[in-house]
Structures are given as structure tokens and as C-alpha cells.
């Protein structure tokens, strides 16, 4: 069972990896290698590969390089605010954050690091289709295209950005996410994130 | 490859399990989703957005766009993310605004050399520029400035000189950005959307205004307008002309967008309560009957997502081009077999009456049923004082020229 979803696993991998170098002109090898050289830094706080161990730092693998790019680019613009983050990207031209951005996507996405509560594992799955969460982020919650990757992220940072578009505090750039979440109860916030925490990539 | 993924996409799609069980009180439905029919909709579609950080001129995959023989597509300038309207000066500078960034650049020529610059930075949703006489019209979320005397002043613009302000009276989501064109009578024109995707619009909103570029007078000269991207005034009538896209989730195939031309002041084009003419709204359509507004004077096709247009007038082009309509369709999201992503050709008789409406430059789609079905989005359409044209692509932060030689 574990050995076959692993397998699985991989296989999307791959999948997904070879989709990517199909849609993304810039998602070429040469691009993926700067990318990677660029890195060490990311990797300090956000984990080998993009897979962050660090709660409330969020794991960059698993997402499509038009949505790391993305991220980096409203740090550096000011749109997100954040006392790590704004300074490393406040120097990073588009090239280099394109370049970022092709190499964490071609990063294999490790196991989850939390694990959910039995009860949240049962309202979970009718909960992320209520409040539409499943509508952008795909049935597997894997994200596509600027639209990030949940499965499997870091509890802690998921819940502090669905508060914070609960709060109208974090930055949406066409409201989509602040639109959501006003729709969403504050007590379904910690399900919300417990479930998807806890869910694998796949 | 992308088949195989579209097609594992739909298998997970099938594989979730379904749980019925603690039926809630159903949420109020986000912005974007108002007004879907959930029994009879899919509900996989999801919004596009641009390459934040744009894509180098050399990951561009020109050769993948079609024009008409004799025509030829460049990358022109690269490096301006989500690039978007444009206007010319008498010096030849090109400005260009956008919806999601702040700035505006400026585009130069010396020596042969083309440069970006920005000129203006932090500023609400710059997608509305125009040029006239000296000077550059910036029309934000909630307001327009001028600034005066700008091409000799790139370097330092200065805060400019507010000729409007109130512009966005519910300040929530929604249709904020808008279009601006200068009209024959010295006055700009510019949209106020629909703030949802069907809703009873407020006074000012879902409407066509024009304001004095001093006085910043108001005056609506449109109503029944959803959302208008893209204007411009007939080079022969001076009617002014503009493109409408039309409300989402009633269908795939339904209803269309618009091409509208003004005939008379404050003349009705039927939103929320018509669609494409002839479609009353499923909500709305009971309060009042299609017959009561001008119907379009071309169905555009359901959600392609006509922007920006412009009556092409140069010398460049062979001549049944001249006084034709070249059109940016940015494509649609909302519908599963997506269409446009191209810039279209509209050609009209003597009458103004369409008889034509062909593709002018395709490519940017790849496969209607991928996600995402294209490597680029045309917005905005410029021409040069050469005859050549250009276009916007704020998917990749790239502008476009089109030239021609027989």
C-alpha cells in the first residue's frame, strides 16, 4: 500500500515535471540548473528541495513555477510584507525569480510532515468543496499554474494565510481568496488546515 | 502529454469520494462564482492569471503565431510584466499601463536601441492610458490625472494634476480597472463595470462615461454596459465603438461578447437585464425587454474576452485594411473548450454595418481543452506611425509588432 502510492507518487512526479516543461517556455534545464544555484538560501529556512520541516514556513515544491514566481514578485513589490522574505526577494530581478521558480517546480514533493486528526480527515474532503477551495486548487488540493499547491503544506502557514484572507489582511491581487474565505466559518478555519496538512500530494 | 494529463486530471475528479454527511447552510458565494447554477455547471474552472515576473523575448515561441501572407510578428519589447494598454506620444514614446502591477512604463527609442523605463510607480490599477496633445492620461481604480508635457519629462513626471476622482464607488471587487480613450470632442471616455458578474448596477456603474479633461465634468454616454475594455471612435463617423464582455456562467456557448457602436447619447445596451440583444437574464430578464436596448453590432462569440481595439489607419498595410477594426480577444476562462487568445480582424462596409470578422493574428492557443490552453494573451492593439501595428500580452509582459511587405 505505502510502497505502491509512493510509487504513484513518483510517477505524478514525473508527470507532472514533463507537463511542466510543455506549458512553461521558461521552464528549460539550463534555467532549472541557475535556479538551483540560487537556492541555497531558499533551502535554509524552506527545506532541501523546497520541502520546508520548519512550521509556518512553507514548503515551495509541489507548485507550478508561475505560482513561486509570483510570490517572490509581490514580496519584492510590497504586496506581501514579511521580515525574512522582503529582503531576499527585494534584490531578485525577474530572471533570477523565473529562474527560482523553475527549479523549486522541478523539485519531488516529500511526504507530509503533520498529521491530521481522524475526525478532520472525515469533514474535510465535503468542507473543501463547500467553501470552493477545490474549484481553483483542483480536486487533489495539488494547485495549478499561479494557483498554489495545499495538499501537504505546513499547518501553521496555511492557517495563518486563511486568516489572513479572512481578515483582509494578506495581499490578493484579484480577491479570489479574500472572496472565499468570507464564506468560511472561523471555526472551520483550523479543519481547514488540519485536513489539508495533512493530506499527500498525489 | 497533455492529454494524458487532462485526462488524469478528470479521472481524480471522479476518484474523490463523495461525503454527504453535515450538510451546512450554504455559503454565499465568492465574487467571482456569483451567479453559477451549480447543478448544471462544471465547476473545475478557475481564473488565469499572468506570468508576474513575464517571460524573455527568448522563451517566446514566435513561430508557433499565424498571420496572413505578407504580414510578420516580432517581439518588439520584452520585460514589462502584465503589460497591458497602450498609448503613443508625438515623440514616440510608448506608455503602457496594466491592471494587477503599479507602474507605468515608458518605451524609448535611441540609436536604434529600445529602452523600458518606468515613469510612474504606485499607483491603483493604471490600465487606463491615453495620449493627446502633450499629455498622458492615467486612468486608475479611482480616478484620472494628467501630466502634463510628459515626453520631456520621462525622468520626472511629478505627481500630475487630478482631473477625476470617485471613480470606484464600491471599492470591493470587481470590474475597478478601467479603459481610457480620448474622443474627437477632446474628451476622455472610460468604463465603470458591473462590480459583479450579474448584479442591478448603481447610477455610474456598467456604463460608459465621459469626462472634461480640466473641469473633470462627468457625463454618462452609455448604460447597459457589463464591463468595456477596449474603445475607440470611427475614423470616418467618429462613432465610438467598443468592445463588451458579457456575464459568465450561463453556458458555454451563451451569451456572447459584444462589439457595440454608439449611436446616441446615453443609449441603453441592455445589461443586467439583456444579453448579446436577445438573451434575457435569466434574474433581470423580467424587468425589462431586450427591445428596450441596442443590440450588438456583432456577437463576438461566448467568453473570448474582447479588450482592447483600434480602427486600423496607416499607410503600412494593404488597403481593405484601412478603417478596419483589429481586435485583442484575451480568451476565455470560464468555459471548458476555451477560445480566443488572438487578435481579430472586423471589417465594415461603407454603412458601418460588419462584414467581416476573421482572424488577424492566432497562435497563442494551443490545445481549447488544456489547462492552460495558451502561451499568451493579446490585450491591447497600438499602431504606429509607420503602419505597422503593435499588441500587448500581459499572460508573458511582452508587446508585439505586426508589419507587412508585399
Known amino acids: 500500500m505505502f510502497q505502491a502510492s509512493s510509487t504513484k507518487q513518483v510517477a505524478a512526479g514525473l508527470l507532472a515535471a514533463a507537463t511542466f516543461l510543455v506549458f512553461t517556455p521558461s521552464g528549460r534545464a539550463s534555467d532549472i540548473e541557475a535556479g538551483k544555484t540560487l537556492s541555497q538560501t531558499c533551502v535554509a529556512c524552506h527545506g532541501p528541495g523546497g520541502n520546508s520541516i520548519i512550521p509556518g514556513t512553507p514548503s515551495i515544491s509541489g507548485n507550478a513555477a508561475q505560482a513561486i514566481s509570483m510570490q517572490l514578485y509581490n514580496y519584492r513589490e510590497g504586496n506581501r510584507k514579511n521580515a525574512q522574505m522582503t529582503p531576499m526577494a527585494e534584490n531578485l530581478t525577474n530572471r533570477e525569480m523565473n529562474n527560482l521558480a523553475a527549479y523549486f517546480a522541478s523539485e519531488k514533493v516529500a511526504p507530509p510532515t503533520h498529521q491530521a486528526s481522524a475526525e478532520n480527515i472525515k469533514l474535510g474532503p465535503a468542507l473543501t468543496q463547500q467553501y470552493n477551495c477545490t474549484q481553483c486548487h483542483g480536486p487533489a488540493l495539488k494547485g495549478i499554474q499561479h494557483i498554489p499547491r495545499l495538499a501537504g503544506q505546513q499547518y501553521e502557514y496555511l492557517l495563518s494565510q486563511l486568516q489572513g484572507f479572512k481578515a483582509h489582511t494578506r495581499y490578493d491581487m484579484d480577491g479570489n481568496m479574500t472572496s472565499a474565505m468570507s464564506a468560511v466559518k472561523d471555526t472551520d478555519i483550523p479543519i481547514l488546515a488540519d485536513y489539508i496538512a495533512g493530506l499527500e500530494y498525489k | ?406
Request: net charge neutral; hydrophobic share 35%.
Open chain 2, 1 to 406: 502529454m497533455q492529454i494524458k494529463f487532462a485526462l488524469s486530471a478528470l479521472a481524480l475528479a471522479f476518484a474523490m469520494p463523495a461525503f454527504s454527511q453535515t450538510p451546512a447552510a450554504p455559503a454565499p458565494p465568492p465574487a467571482w462564482k456569483q451567479g453559477i447554477d451549480n447543478t448544471t455547471q462544471p465547476v473545475t474552472l478557475h481564473p488565469f492569471a499572468p506570468i508576474m515576473t513575464g517571460t524573455e523575448a527568448k522563451d517566446i515561441q514566435l513561430s508557433k503565431l499565424k498571420v496572413a501572407p505578407g504580414f510578420k510578428v516580432e517581439v518588439w519589447a520584452d520585460g514589462i510584466p502584465t503589460a497591458r494598454s497602450m498609448a503613443i506620444g508625438e515623440k514616440g514614446t510608448v506608455f503602457v499601463g496594466n491592471r494587477v502591477g503599479k507602474n507605468v512604463v515608458a518605451i524609448t527609442e535611441k540609436d536604434g536601441k529600445r529602452s523600458v523605463k518606468i515613469i510612474l510607480k504606485g499607483l491603483d490599477t493604471p490600465n487606463g492610458i491615453v495620449y493627446s496633445k502633450g499629455t498622458l492620461y492615467v486612468a486608475e481604480r479611482t480616478k484620472i490625472t494628467r501630466y502634463d508635457n510628459i515626453e520631456a519629462n520621462l525622468d520626472n513626471p511629478g505627481a500630475g494634476k487630478l482631473v477625476v476622482d470617485g471613480l470606484d464607488p464600491t471599492n470591493g471587487p470587481g470590474h475597478n480597472w478601467k479603459y481610457l480613450a480620448m474622443g474627437p470632442d477632446g474628451k476622455l471616455y472610460f468604463n465603470i463595470g458591473s462590480p459583479e458578474n450579474i448584479t442591478m448596477p448603481l447610477y455610474n456603474q456598467a456604463a460608459i462615461l465621459r469626462a472634461d479633461t480640466t473641469t473633470g465634468q462627468l457625463e454618462r454616454v452609455a448604460t447597459g454596459v457589463r464591463n468595456s475594455v477596449g474603445m475607440d471612435f470611427h475614423p470616418v463617423t467618429k462613432k465610438l465603438w467598443f468592445t463588451e464582455h458579457a456575464r459568465d456562467w450561463m453556458g458555454e456557448d451563451i451569451p456572447n461578447d459584444e462589439l457595440n457602436v454608439l449611436s446616441k447619447e446615453g443609449e441603453n445596451f441592455g445589461f443586467p437585464f439583456c444579453h448579446q440583444g436577445d438573451i434575457p437574464d435569466p434574474i433581470y430578464g423580467k424587468y425589462d425587454t431586450c427591445a428596450n436596448s441596442t443590440p450588438p453590432a456583432l456577437k463576438l462569440g461566448a467568453h473570448v474576452a474582447p479588450l482592447g481595439m483600434k480602427f486600423y489607419t496607416g499607410s503600412m498595410f494593404p488597403a481593405e485594411y484601412q478603417n478596419n477594426i483589429l481586435m485583442a480577444r484575451h480568451g476565455s476562462w470560464n468555459k471548458t473548450k476555451k477560445l480566443g487568445y488572438d487578435v481579430m480582424r472586423v471589417v465594415l462596409d461603407a454603412n458601418g454595418k460588419v462584414e467581416k470578422y476573421e482572424p488577424f493574428v492566432t497562435g497563442f492557443m494551443t490545445d481549447d481543452m488544456a489547462d492552460p490552453p495558451m502561451w499568451g494573451r493579446p490585450v491591447d492593439v497600438l499602431q504606429l506611425p509607420d503602419g505597422s501595428i503593435l499588441f500587448s500580452d500581459d499572460y508573458n509582459g511582452v508587446i508585439y509588432r505586426v508589419s507587412y511587405s508585399k
